[in-house]
């Protein structure tokens, strides 16, 4: 089966610190997307990375970095130096191959950063 | 250029009462999908149409939901009548390639009393 786990459900951090959210995920499909996405108060959901299961680079965009190790089945997600903007709700997701469009969330971190 | 757009953003309705719930994903995307997230559980795929073609149906509840796209444009999610499981937010998303990057919209809260 097909599954996503998200085991923080709420973080608390101060502006400026770092903070990694985690995500594992479990699929027997060789083939395979992940994502993040990024659910701030307003509601909508914001794509933030999509990741093949064949591309283990790790990658980095400003503050942002994910971490995607096939070894663990994990796919971290890194916010480097955090701000109030931040706070949302980080959603992760995998998508099969096979198996349609359809995508497998996790239940959510919900972040909150402080001044 | 417009995102997906939803509609209403918020709906309070009685048990065994009817709603509706509007999609217009943005102008191109043959995909559409609609997603649902119970308080505090996962957001859970419903169903997924290219153009006005059911894709995929496979996530939806029971025979109390009914989507349709008539035209391939703006979709519809009609729940009939309204059980209290029912509640919770109800996202539209549409892509342009059926393997592509998803557009959410803002969703749609449904309470049901």
């Known amino acids: 089966a097909q599954k996503v786990t998200q085991a923080q459900t709420e973080i608390s951090v101060v502006e400026k610190e770092d903070v990694t959210l985690d995500c594992v995920y479990e699929?027997?499909?060789?083939?395979?997307?992940l994502f993040w996405y990024k659910q701030p108060p307003s509601g909508e959901l914001v794509f933030l990375i999509r990741r093949n299961s064949f591309d283990e680079q790790n990658e980095i965009s400003g503050r942002y970095s994910w971490n995607f190790q096939k070894s663990t089945s994990s796919f971290n997600f890194t916010i480097t130096a955090s701000q109030v903007v931040d706070s949302a709700v980080y959603f992760c997701?995998?998508?099969?191959?096979?198996?349609?469009?359809?995508?497998?969330f996790g239940k959510g971190t919900t972040l909150s950063v402080s001044s | 250029e417009a995102g997906v757009t939803q509609f209403p953003s918020h709906s309070v309705i009685e048990k065994g009462q009817t709603v509706t719930l509007r999609c217009d994903p943005i102008s191109g995307h043959d995909n559409l999908y609609w997603y649902r997230r119970v308080m505090g559980k996962e957001i859970k795929f419903l169903l997924h149409?290219?153009?006005?073609?059911?894709?995929?149906e496979s996530g939806m509840p029971n025979n109390r939901f009914l989507a349709e796209r008539t035209g391939g444009t703006y979709s519809t999610l009609k729940v009939q009548p309204a059980e209290l499981e029912d509640s919770g937010v109800y996202f539209c998303?549409?892509?342009?390639?059926?393997?592509?990057?998803?557009?959410f919209g803002e969703g749609s809260r449904l309470t049901v009393l």
């Open positions: 998303a549409s892509s342009v390639e059926r393997a592509g990057e998803l557009f």
């Open positions: 149409f290219v153009k006005e073609s059911k894709q995929d």
């Open positions: 699929t027997r499909d060789t083939t395979y997307y």
């Open positions: 997701a995998l998508r099969l191959n096979q198996a349609g469009t359809a995508l497998i």
